[in-house]
């Protein structure tokens, strides 16, 4: 397979759009992909400063990488999160996200960085300023544990009794420290690094249970509809799993392979593998599912379903919340004056 653009040996073909490209092209690609997501849906400016959520995986290392290169003010967002058996998953993701701050291998000169002139990139890539001059991004680190007191595993188990996974404690605590955070620290934006198989995954379910408030929910970008509240992107939407994987390869980029212990053998994986079986039958199904979604969204289909909940802060940490009193985190972990 060779390189369309250039005819050198291929590295990724994307059987959907008909593209095989080599390293330097799928990079510049992909890169250029990225900016027309943050344009088409109107993510964020190169003058806002960007809080990215990273995990220490694949996607939010890639975002953030790319994010760097195309020019925006990205500082990190670590949450340990104290899930360190039966494997070292936290202490591992974090060494993952400190080595990829150290490398450098985000630090581009404003010249490399600039996408050669071929047509594609869309005028944005090719006028931009790119990779800000002497910009070093901040990575903040909150530790669960060392903060509220207990590990993720620790706070479900006291919680659910022992049943369940920790996935919903987690869910819940990653929202909070997120918001929070990027609150406090005074960022008007927050990325995640979704990709398209996460998307649809969730697109799939929410659809088979038609759970109709969570499909008006769904989107690219949710603005901050209420003071408090920090605006969340996923730049990464439209992006297969296997193409953040690619450009993570190419671009060098060290990232966790394992997935968290507890979410071996959950639903979504599940679906995840039948979706995969369906997109082998029929390349781009997933693709479409998605976009055809976004469409009926877009056209209003859902917003029937767009509830506007009334909050109010939390009477202990001032989060909004729709809750009376204490919001749903203070009520989960019990706290009883602010913290952190
Ligand atoms: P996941 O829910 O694990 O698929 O992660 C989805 C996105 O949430 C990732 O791409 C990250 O942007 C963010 N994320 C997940 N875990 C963490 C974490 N421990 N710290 C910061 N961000 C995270
Ligand atoms: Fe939160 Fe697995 S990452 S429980
Ligand atoms: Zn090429
Ligand atoms: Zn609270």
Known sequence: MKCRKCGTSAVINMRQHKLALCGEHYVEWFA?????????????????????????????????????????QADGLYIGLGINAPLPYSDASLEMTHKFLASDVWRVASDESRVTDDGDASPAIRNSQFA???????????????TYGKSIPEISREKMRGQGRPCAACGLTKRYVMNRLAHDQGYTVLATGHNLDDEVAVLFQN????????????????PASHEGLTRKVKPFCRFYERETAAYALVRGIEYIYDECPHATGNQM????????????????????FYLEFLRARGEGAFTLYNATETLHACEICGQPTSAPGRCAFCRMWDVSRVVG
């Open 32 to 72: 250029g992909q990225t900016e027309r997501v943050i344009e088409k849906y109107k993510m964020f400016s190169r003058d806002e400063r960007i809080l990215v959520a990273v995990s220490g995986g694949k996607d939010s290392l890639s975002l953030w990488d790319v994010l760097l290169r195309l020019g925006y």
């Open 269 to 288: 994986n599940f679906h995840k593998t039948l979706l995969n079986q369906l997109e082998t039958e029929s390349p781009g199904a997933k693709l479409a």
């Open 132 to 146: 800000i001059p002497n910009f070093t991004p901040t990575l903040h680190v909150v530790d669960v544990p060392a």
């Open 207 to 222: 659809t088979l249970r038609w759970q109709l408030g969570y499909l008006a929910r769904q989107a690219p970008i949710l």
